[in-house]
């Protein structure tokens, strides 16, 4: 069975950081893309992060670059995403995400021309909360 289970969410102040993490099993990690998908309350889904299965060059939303990294190590079959000066309107239930329905030479990669870098498999997610 395909499980993505996210974590580290939590409250935190204004200009405070968190780690979330994204622990995978029930499928070949390295070959997939891994995103990062948010939802505020009352608000559609925002792709916010995505990195290759190679690690290569990730891809952010403006709102969070130069404040979000994104890395995976693929020894622990896990994704972090590291959020550093959050302000209020990162307050979200965080996803962790897949490409898993996507044709095989599609999965590796983030699709930046697509709605959440194509990803289609969603874990639970860990809710975020930034207190002004």
């Known amino acids: 069975e395909v499980q993505l289970v996210e974590s580290g969410g939590g409250l935190v102040q204004a200009g405070g950081s968190l780690r979330l993490s994204c622990a995978a099993s029930g499928f070949t990690f390295d070959d997939f893309a891994v995103g990062w998908v948010r939802q505020a309350p009352g608000k559609e889904r925002e792709g916010v992060s995505c990195?290759?299965?190679?690690?290569?060059?990730?891809y952010y939303t403006e709102s969070v670059k130069g404040r979000f990294t994104i890395s995976r190590d693929n020894a622990k079959n896990t994704v972090y995403l590291q959020m550093n000066s959050l302000k209020p309107e990162d307050t979200a239930v965080y996803y962790c995400?897949?490409?898993?329905?996507?044709?095989?030479?599609?999965?590796?990669?983030?699709?930046?021309?697509?709605?959440?870098?194509?990803?289609?498999?969603w874990g639970k997610g860990t809710l975020v909360t930034v207190s002004s």
């Open positions: 995400a897949i490409p898993y329905y996507s044709p095989r030479e599609y999965r590796s990669s983030c699709l930046q021309g697509l709605d959440y870098y194509g990803m289609d498999y």
């Open positions: 990195i290759s299965s190679d690690d290569g060059n990730p």
